[in-house]
């Protein structure tokens, strides 16, 4: 009986990683003050990251390198995307340049 | 008058309710008050023109929830002016965010102004999503090489409208770039010292907060052009409240928005709309008239509040 739960929760996990995997990882930033936090964030491959502007102020997320730009964020409106290849994105708000951040994906 | 005494004199500032004027003779500033400055305006050869900055169509927060509704109010009072003014000048941030829709609310609303012509140059909030392409195609003609910046004269004054929202990149502050700044010299430089000087653009021209960004990089490099004239008036907006500031002959000079007030430069932990009720807003919100009377030379800058 004893070996017989270890295997079902052996398979429970082993679905619920399965599950994970195809729905693929998240990470959240928020944007507030006109600040990104956190200001970088370290990701897997195939993490989808998803932005909140939290201030009343309109904002983008903007790749320095032009990889990846959202239109602009209203109050409590988001913005996602998917990062598949290793490597430093360096981002910032087009309307407010001095606001920049980095994702790491490795 | 010598140098110490134009300082003194620089120094004086007046509050007259809701609205701050100044007033320049010969490059000395004076305070007066809002009545002698009508006065004043009615003096021969005398012109009129409003500054309407910040705009924000599209906006919708705790200060403001219907920044169209504000700009009307502000509208229909200038509209009551006597003489009309001459021209309005709109320093950018049309809309909030290039909004869908925005430009043409905006248009359609200004076509209402009593007034011969309207110029434009843009904010970052008209240009960011496309580069200003949509706004250059609405306002780019008939500038420079359709860029945007652009001169004219009037009665006298030589007005420029410059652009320091589409370099806008990087750096975290606004920018002219080379191109525009060695148009500014060749555009100057045929003019007497004398000739009373204008300058209008979205972003300060001149270093009030650059942790905030409320500055341009390069504005230094175009101030240079404009030390040799007698009178020199700066006109901006961004900052969404007045603030001024003289250095030799020139004179900066910020216009609230119509929309929503942003914090003094410091005073909170980031810039932005400062969240307030709508009426305490909107004795922060408002317009700038100026009159300039040549011969005498006097600029006055009036900047009243919706209420």
């Given amino acids: 009986m004893k070996k017989r739960m270890v295997i079902l929760i052996g398979l429970l996990l082993a679905a619920s990683t399965a599950a994970h995997a195809v729905a693929g990882r998240s990470a ?30 309109t904002h983008t997320i903007t790749s320095a390198t032009g990889a990846f730009a959202s239109p602009g964020l209203s109050n409590d409106e988001t913005f996602s995307q998917t990062f598949t290849k290793p490597g430093t994105y360096q981002y910032f708000c087009a309307l407010h340049p001095m606001m920049r951040a980095t994702v790491i994906v490795k | 008058m010598d140098h110490i005494d134009r300082r003194g004199f620089l120094q004086c500032m007046a509050w007259t309710g809701s609205a701050l004027v100044w007033t320049s003779a010969g490059g000395v500033l004076s305070s007066r008050m809002l009545g ?112 945007g910046w652009q001169s004219f004269d009037y009665k006298g004054t030589h007005f420029v409208g410059l652009v320091n929202v589409l370099k806008y990149k990087g750096e975290g502050m606004g920018a002219l770039g080379q191109d525009q700044i060695e148009w500014l010299e060749k555009d100057l430089s045929p003019l007497s010292a004398s000739t009373p000087i204008v300058v209008f653009a979205h972003v300060p021209l001149w270093s009030v907060y650059p942790q905030w960004g409320w500055v ?84 006055a800058i009036v900047d009243s509040t919706l209420s």
């Fill in chain 1, 28 to 57: 959240t930033v928020g944007i507030k003050e006109f600040k990104f936090a956190p200001a970088a964030l370290e990701i897997r491959p195939g993490t989808t990251v998803t932005w909140t502007n939290r201030d009343e102020e």
């Fill in chain 2, 216 to 299: 341009t990089e390069d504005a230094e490099r175009a101030l240079t052009y404009l030390k040799r004239f007698g009178s020199v008036s700066v006109l901006n907006g961004h900052i969404h409240q007045v603030l001024t500031k003289v250095e030799g002959n020139v004179r900066f000079h910020t216009a609230r928005s119509t929309a929503f007030p942003q914090p003094a430069p410091g005073s909170a932990p980031a810039p932005g709309p400062m969240k307030i009720d709508e009426a305490e807003a909107r004795r922060m919100i408002g317009v700038t008239e100026a009159s300039l009377v040549r011969g005498a030379e006097p600029l």
């Fill in chain 2, 36 to 147: 002698s400055a009508e006065a004043a305006d009615d003096a021969a050869g005398a012109f009129r023109f409003v500054q309407v900055s910040d705009t924000h169509i599209g906006f919708k927060g705790q200060a403001n929830s219907d920044p169209a509704a504000t700009l009307r109010q502000l509208l229909d009072r200038i509209n009551t002016l006597k003489p009309a003014p001459a021209f309005v000048l709109h320093t950018g941030d049309q809309t909030h965010g290039q909004k869908p829709g925005a430009f043409d609310q905006l248009a359609e609303m200004l076509k209402g102004v009593k007034t011969e012509r309207i110029f434009y140059v843009p904010g970052e909030h008209d240009v960011f999503l496309d580069g200003g392409k949509e706004y250059l195609s609405r306002y780019g003609k008939g500038t420079v090489g359709e860029h």
